[in-house]
Each structure stands twice: as C-alpha cells, then as structure tokens.
C-alpha cells in the first residue's frame, strides 16, 4: 500500500533523508550533502515555494519512501511550473512509487488550474505521463544545451499562445 500525501513540516527530516539517498551515488565526492538536498533547503525559502505541490509517498509502515515537488516558473511572465527534484528511496525504485508520485503531483497542479508543468528528465521516462519535448509547445529552456532533456506537460489551462523562455524558481539559478 503506498498513500500520497501533503508534506508535512515534521516530514522534512525524512524528505531529506530519502533524497540525500537518491541523489547520493551522483553527488560530487567530499560534499556534506547532494545539490538536491541543498536545492529543497533554499525553495522552501523561496517565494516560489507552492505548499500543496510538495507531496510524499508514504508506505503502509508509515515511511516517507519518495518525494516529489513542483515550484512556481514562468514562461515569459506567464506564471507555470517546474517539477522537480523527484525523489524515490532506492530500495523502493522501479516499483511504481515516482510514477504514482508523478501523476498526484500532476493532478494537483491541474485541479489547481495551472497551466503547464516543465521539468528537465528523461522524455523516455516522463513521455508516460504526457511531457513532450518543450519545443513542441514554443516553450525555450533556460539552458539551450537542456534542449533534447527538458520537457512540458500541458494541463486543461494551458494557453497555446504562451511561449518563450522559462525560468525556474530562484535557487535553481543558483545549483
């Protein structure tokens, strides 16, 4: 059984925990922790930080065993979102926990009346939840070598005239 749910502030420490363990084989060596962790420090400061999109899976133990998190972006000065980081503890990848993770954070942000969620990932990963490539959509990254990774995901609000460069949350500039 797994339960998608609101974070919580006493989830923090654990939300934390699970991404420090997911992102941790790719972290530079000697660092005290993974940008991932420190990213999720600094949007949780961040006026971009939107409560109801930070989601966690919890297993039928009662432990967070994956995080997800979309965070206000642009699209020109069209507000959107950015998804991401998503974060499944390893004992539990490949077993449903990012997909279900995925498609409740993706439900949220349209019953929100968003617009349009972009992240940067695997388009054979995300395709199976409708992300296309951004150019499809008009929709220019922040960093053009992100071109063959970074992808949109349209909701029922979307607008097709909104086009442009996107721009995440704050801290991501700064990883």
């Not at 420490?13 to 060596?29: C, G, Q």
């Amino acid at each position: 059984m797994l339960i998608i749910r609101r974070e919580t502030p006493a989830d923090i420490d654990a939300v934390h925990a699970v991404t420090e363990a997911a992102f941790r084989p790719r972290a530079e060596p000697g660092r005290d922790e993974t940008i991932e962790v420190g990213l999720l420090r600094a949007l949780r400061g961040d006026d971009g930080w939107i409560p109801a999109l930070s989601l966690v899976a919890v297993d039928d133990e009662g432990e967070i065993v994956g995080h997800v998190l979309c965070t206000r972006a642009t699209v020109g000065d069209t507000p959107v979102l950015g998804l991401g980081p998503l974060s499944v503890r390893p004992d539990r990848q490949r077993g449903g926990v990012g997909k279900a993770l995925v498609h409740t954070v993706l439900g949220a942000a349209d019953a929100m009346g968003e617009p349009l969620v972009a992240l940067l990932g695997d388009p054979n990963y995300y395709g199976r939840f409708g992300f296309q490539l951004s150019d499809t959509h008009g929709v220019t990254p922040p960093v053009p070598e992100w071109q063959p990774h970074f992808q949109v995901r349209t909701l029922h609000a979307h607008d097709p005239s909104v086009r442009g460069l996107f721009a995440y949350a704050g801290p991501f500039n700064e990883l």
